[in-house]
């Protein structure tokens, strides 16, 4: 059996990387788990996908959008996370893309959490719930209803946070 000893990382980089330029990728990175130290980077890369857009509301710039919003609020800049939900909205509505505001609500109800919002959180947990419902899409929706149960658990109705 082999152990996390008997790896040579500095081999398996190299293959790694040489997978990755078969496949056509111009660049192979290999980070530790904790990405905190490159979360600043990340946020002005995707912030230049964005401005390569040139305004043009598409899919693309919903996922940038949501991308950027999951490391602002990673980073615990809520402030940003919320205006990037808001534009996210925006594009997904622009789009009558479900998917982008069923995910871009849920989004908005983990700040909304966090901040102790639970009126305004429950509101976006529900909205993202609605929208994953019509879709049909089962994950989404079992995350819904995770969030609406930490709504209520936050607001101290645990047995009806148990109910989701």
């Not at 040489?18 to 530790?32: M, T, V």
């Not at 990340?42 to 919003?69: C, R, Y």
């Not at 939900?85 to 594009?91: A, G, K």
């Not at 609605?130 to 969030?147: P, V």
């Amino acid at each position: 059996m082999r152990t996390v000893s008997d790896i040579d990382f500095a081999a398996l980089a190299r293959d790694l990387k040489r997978r990755a330029r078969e496949l056509g990728f111009q660049q192979c990175g290999i980070a530790d788990c904790d990405l905190s130290a490159a979360e600043p980077r990340l946020l002005a890369w995707l912030d230049k996908g964005l401005a390569a857009l040139n305004g043009e509301t598409s899919s693309e710039e919903a996922e940038i959008l949501l991308l950027s919003g999951l490391i602002s609020s990673r980073m615990g800049n809520y402030d940003r996370t919320i205006a990037l939900c808001e534009r996210s909205l925006r594009v997904g509505d622009a789009l009558q893309n479900a998917s982008v505001q069923a995910r871009t609500y849920s989004l908005w109800s983990i700040i909304d959490i966090e901040q102790g919002r639970f009126s305004v959180a429950m509101q976006h947990a529900e909205q993202s719930l609605a929208l994953y419902t019509e879709l049909e899409d089962f994950y989404g929706q079992a995350n819904a209803h995770n969030r609406i149960a930490n709504v209520l658990f936050g607001q101290g109705q645990w047995t009806d946070a148990d109910s989701h």
